[in-house]
């Protein structure tokens, strides 16, 4: 594992999470990404359409990007091992070390998707272990 890559990875205000369709075409979605020890972790609601693709493929790849999820060539990519945590505790977890990283803009985020949603949606954790 190169740690360095990892905690750039993690340092990141925003990666693209790239999980695989059936057919092997990549799909990528700017998220909000923590460090959790040697794994990295996203939150995310449970019905999303990575979570599928992670139950069914665990192959994730990361790289920086925007708030709206343009790469830069050339931009560092991590390759690991995505797991769906739906256990309470675990979430939770996930999500405050995604609230503590991003404080103000997480609360404003959520009470927004709340509103629009008309309640929570239930959530889960994608833990990331780096490759390597």
Known sequence: ???????????EDFVALTTFKRDGTPV?????IARDGDHLVVWTPRESWKVKRVRRDPR?????CSRMGKTEPGAPVLAGTAVVIDE?????????????????QFRVITVIEAILARG????????????G
């Open 1 to 11: 594992m190169d740690d360095d890559l990892v905690s750039r990875i993690a340092g």
């Open 28 to 32: 990528s979605t700017p998220m909000w």
């Open 60 to 64: 994730v790849e990361m790289r920086p």
């Open 88 to 104: 309470p505790g675990h979430v939770s977890r996930a999500a405050g070390l995604v609230k503590a990283k991003y404080g103000l």
């Open 120 to 131: 929570a949606k239930p959530r889960v954790a994608l833990q990331i272990t780096p490759a």
